[in-house]
């Protein structure tokens, strides 16, 4: 592979993580431009990553399938819940307008690697657990950091952002002085509190990871501290949170990730 089109390649990279983190946001202000807008820009980056993809060697293309080419995939699969609009036509969905998913039109690669397994409920670092905050006296919604076998060991609460052993359940005497449930309404505004916190979270690492200058490329041998920006070979930007003695937690823009450190 040669170096101008590993460059592009990194920057399409960066261009995928970044309309993620916008298909994100178009969903949830609901605007159909908004979203119809970002539909034209995931088809533009998927005809990108496939003429990128055709000019590769056998060995480049397995390399860049296994890692930029499978964060392609899931752009789509985020793309499927936006609007699409036909000429004359409103539609809620690509389907109802007459044409076929991104997912049901992309016609499948001759197989190099065995397909991904089909998400499950099996805890990882970076994953989501609800646990037990002290800090907010209730059960609130985590991000894992540290795993001990298939165990969440420490995690992240996404309100308050105290870092804490895992605690499936309130203690206690948090337990006795816990009042009766009131209803639906004030777990929901909870719920979406939460949730405009991540969106807030994610637009401010955005708007960081494009704005920092010479960020530094990975280096498995490397050392690095938290807060330092990188650029990941597969991931795209990050920002690190924590550094660990043979690894590290970055935060790109489709979440935390551990990466290894040699």
């Given at each position: 592979?040669d170096?101008?089109?590993s460059?592009?390649?990194k920057?399409l990279?960066?261009e ?11 969903l ?5 431009a ?11 980056l ?13 060995k480049s ?5 296994r890692?930029l ?5 899931d ?6 819940q936006l609007?699409?609009r ?13 044409s076929l ?13 065995p397909e991904?397994?089909?998400p499950?409920?099996?805890l990882?670092?970076?994953?989501e657990i609800?646990s ?6 209730e059960?609130?919604?985590h991000?894992i950091?540290?795993m ?5 060991k420490q995690?992240i609460?996404?309100v308050?952002?105290?870092r804490?052993?895992h605690?499936?359940e309130p ?5 006795a002085?816990t009042p009766?449930?009131v209803?639906?309404?004030a777990q929901?505004r909870t719920?979406?509190a ?16 494009l704005?920092?200058v010479d ?5 498995p041998?490397a ?6 920006i990188i650029?990941?070979?597969e ?10 003695r043979s690894s590290?937690l ?11 450190l040699s």
């Open positions: 592979m170096d101008l089109t460059e592009q390649l920057e990279s960066h995928v993580g970044a309309a993620i983190n916008e298909v994100d946001a178009a949830e202000s609901g605007e159909d908004r979203q119809l807008a970002v539909g034209r820009l995931v088809g533009e998927a005809k990108r990553y496939q003429e990128l993809r055709g000019g590769l060697d056998e293309r397995e390399m860049v399938e890692g080419g499978r964060r392609v995939v752009l789509r699969r985020a793309a499927e609007t699409r036909m000429p004359g036509a409103k539609a809620v969905s690509s389907r109802d307008a007459g998913p991104f997912l049901e039109q992309r016609m499948p690669p001759k197989p190099i690697v991904r397994a089909a499950s409920e099996k990882s670092v970076g994953g609800e037990w905050c002290g800090k907010c006296k059960m609130r919604e991000r950091v540290a001990v076998g298939s165990e969440a995690v609460c996404v308050c952002a105290s804490h052993a605690k499936g203690p206690a005497r948090a337990r002085q009766a449930p209803g639906i309404p929901r719920d979406e939460a949730r405009d916190k991540r969106a807030d979270e994610k637009r401010a690492l955005q708007k960081e990871l704005e920092a960020p530094r490329p990975f280096d041998k050392r690095y501290k938290a807060g330092e650029v990941h070979p991931h795209g930007r990050g920002k690190i949170e924590n550094v660990l590290m970055v935060r790109f823009l489709e979440g935390l990730r551990p990466v290894d």
